[in-house]
T-cell receptor, first 115, second 115 residues
Framework: AQSVTQLDSHVSVSEGTPVLLRCNYSSSYSPSLFWYVQHPNKGLQLLLKYTSAATLVKGINGFEAEFKKSETSFHLTKPSAHMSDAAEYFCVVSLMMDSSYKLIFGSGTRLLVRP | DAGITQSPRHKVTETGTPVTLRCHQTENHRYMYWYRQDPGHGLRLIHYSYGVKDTDKGEVSDGYSVSRSKTEDFLLTLESATSSQTSVYFC??????????????FGPGTRLTVT
């Protein structure tokens, strides 16, 4: 069965320091993986996606993620946090079922950025 | 929000009353989805549609029904609202399964409170 585990429900960093949001997945085949971001009272925005073309994926706003098959991980990183990065982040795996894609969501990681 | 609107954006209703939420897209995407978001659960799929008049259940479909009479509109109905259906509801769209990699684009959400 496909599943996604986000290892931290909350992460707190100081502005200007690196960000690491951890995600492990379980999949019986090579998955498509995504990170979405949700700012307060907003919808979800696609941050980046992995589709087997390259293991290091760059997204918007300076975020990137590395797909590590041996570790079944897809951690999200950013070298230097900005106040505007404060949001909730969801790691998501895409599953093909019945000729359509389904998304399996992690429970989310709330990123706090301290001044 | 990728040409997706939801209405209403906020609604307060009483237990036992019917409620219909509307999702409208201007992208002409084939697939449409309804999710609910609750603290600690990420997003959970309620129902989805893979074409006009073609719908199927997601993981939390009990108490909900959907209809899609036009490509651009996907309606979610709570026949008799209960307090457990208090949640934030998101609509999403995606391209045909043969294109893209399953990423979905989300609307702004509807906050529903059942008293």
């Amino acid at each position: 069965a496909q599943s996604v585990t986000q290892l931290d429900s909350h992460v707190s960093v100081s502005e200007g320091t690196p960000v690491l949001l951890r995600c492990n997945y379980s999949s019986s085949y090579s998955p498509s993986l995504f990170w979405y971001v949700q700012h307060p009272n907003k919808g979800l925005q696609l941050l980046l996606k992995y589709t087997s073309a390259a293991t290091l994926v760059k997204g918007i706003n300076g975020f990137e993620a590395e797909f590590k098959k041996s570790e079944t991980s897809f951690h999200l990183t950013k070298p230097s946090a900005h106040m505007s990065d404060a949001a909730e982040y969801f790691c998501v795996v895409s599953l093909m079922m019945d000729s359509s894609y389904k998304l399996i969501f992690g429970s989310g990681t709330r990123l706090l950025v301290r001044p | 929000d990728a040409g997706i609107t939801q209405s209403p954006r906020h609604k307060v209703t009483e237990t036992g009353t019917p409620v219909t939420l509307r999702c409208h897209q201007t992208e002409n995407h084939r697939y449409m989805y309804w999710y609910r978001q609750d603290p600690g659960h990420g997003l959970r799929l309620i129902h989805y549609s893979y074409g006009v008049k073609d719908t199927d259940k997601g993981e939390v479909s009990d108490g909900y029904s959907v209809s899609r009479s036009k490509t651009e509109d996907f309606l979610l109905t709570l026949e008799s609202a209960t307090s457990s259906q208090t949640s934030v509801y998101f609509c999403a769209i995606s391209e045909s399964a043969g294109q893209g990699t399953g990423e979905q684009y989300f609307g702004p959400g509807t906050r529903l409170t059942v008293t």
